[in-house]
Structure formats: structure tokens, C-alpha cells
T-cell receptor
């Protein structure tokens, strides 16, 4: 079974509007972390936001927020006030186990976001 | 500037060639990783090094040979590759053991095997 599922086709959003990118995950480990990365055409993976499984509040980082619904095992990324520079591939990833215990990331297939002027 | 630098950015090699990819991190991290990103597939973890010791080899063919001489440098030696090995190879680093969270990635080496 896939551990990280990103099923949306290419997403389009109008500049200055908000957009939600979906991510569901599967794990039986009570300790895990969820990440979102952005990959522009240059190839670099840019860290955006992190949510720990025990965090009580949804993570926020500037225009990025994570809608964490633990019971549904979903960790959707919300980008507010989209900018043209937000056009990129977006990857959801998960680390199972306690941070620092030889952890590694499992990635989803990614979602392409295009921001229209 | 991400703190993780990969060279070369682009590489074209024949199936009989030997080449090496280099990764250097300036973040003082103790763990480094090689990932492979093929078209339309999720990133695949290849190797993990913690404190210069290889802690994971994700069933990678022996034509890929990693080397980690110190905590700041990671190499991926390539020989007798196949066309299906063409992909973007990403290096990452993280600080393990202190509750560190995110991994920092380099810009990748886009490899084409002809």
C-alpha cells in the first residue's frame, strides 16, 4: 500500500487566491512527521512546512498552512494569496518513527500547481 | 543557496563510462542521503549515511556505489549504467539525533545515460 497518496491532477489557481493541495498518508506508527516540499523547474526540493503527529495545532509558515486531520490521516497544504512564483511541483512526505532515529522520508508522487495571472 | 551543493548539475554519459556525482553540505548535519527521481515516479531513497556510516541501502544495483569520506561530503560513483538510470539524482542532509525535522536538498544532478 502506498504510504503517501497525492491523487489530484494538475491544479490551477488564480493569482491571489487560495489553493488546497491534498495529501493522505498511511502508517501504523504513532510517531511520525509530515512534510511538504516545493520543487520548481530548477529541480531543487524546497522545504515548506512540517507537522508532527503529536502537535496539537496545525502548522503554519507564512502563506503556508497545513490542515492536519489525524483521524482521516490527511495533511493538506493550503497556500493563501497565491503568487506566480508558486507554480511548481509540490510533494507531501512522511517520516515514520521518532525524529533522529535514523529517519528517512517517503514521498508522494507530487502535484503540479500552476498559478494564472 | 540552500547549503547543499551538488555537482555537476547536468551529466550525459555512455553506458560504458565511469562518472561520479558529488554532494557537499555546509550545514553541519550528520546525515546525508541520495534520492533518485524518475519521470512520473515518487522520489526513491537510495542510500542513507549517518556519521559517515552507511545505514541503509535500498536495494540499489551495484552499478551505483556511494562514498561518504566525511560528514560534509557524499559521492555517488556510477559505472556501466543503463538508459533507465536516467533521472534526477538528489542529495539531502539532515541533523539526526536532536529531534531535527526537515531534510535540506541540493538542486540535483540531471543524469542522462545514452
Amino acid at each position: 500500500a502506498q504510504k503517501i497518496t497525492q491523487t489530484q491532477p494538475g491544479m490551477f489557481v488564480q493569482e491571489k487566491e487560495a489553493v488546497t493541495l491534498d495529501c493522505t498518508y498511511d502508517t501504523s506508527d504513532p510517531s511520525y512527521g509530515l512534510f511538504w516540499y516545493k520543487q520548481p523547474s530548477s529541480g531543487e526540493m524546497i522545504f515548506l512546512i512540517y507537522q508532527g503527529s503529536y502537535d496539537q495545532q496545525n502548522a503554519t509558515e507564512g502563506r503556508y498552512s497545513l490542515n492536519f486531520q489525524k483521524a482521516r490521516k490527511s495533511a493538506n497544504l493550503v497556500i493563501s494569496a497565491s503568487q506566480l512564483g508558486d507554480s511548481a511541483m509540490y510533494f507531501c512526505a512522511m517520516r515514520e518513527g521518532i525524529a533522529g532515529a535514523n529517519s528517512k522520508l517517503t514521498f508522494g508522487k507530487g502535484i503540479t500547481l500552476s498559478v494564472r495571472p | 543557496e540552500t547549503g547543499v551543493t551538488q555537482t555537476p548539475r547536468h551529466l550525459v554519459m555512455g553506458m560504458t563510462n565511469k562518472k561520479s556525482l558529488k554532494c557537499e553540505q555546509h550545514l553541519g548535519h550528520n546525515a546525508m542521503y541520495w534520492y533518485k527521481q524518475s519521470a512520473k515516479k515518487p522520489l526513491e531513497l537510495m542510500f542513507v549515511y549517518n556519521f559517515k556510516e552507511q545505514t541503509e541501502n535500498n536495494s540499489v544495483p551495484s552499478r551505483f556505489s556511494p562514498e561518504c569520506p566525511n560528514s560534509s561530503h557524499l559521492f555517488l560513483h556510477l559505472h556501466t549504467l543503463q538508459p533507465e538510470d536516467s533521472a534526477l539524482y538528489l542529495c539531502a542532509s539532515s541533523q539526526e539525533g536532536t529531534g531535527g525535522t526537515e531534510a535540506f536538498f541540493g538542486q540535483g544532478t540531471r543524469l542522462t545515460v545514452v
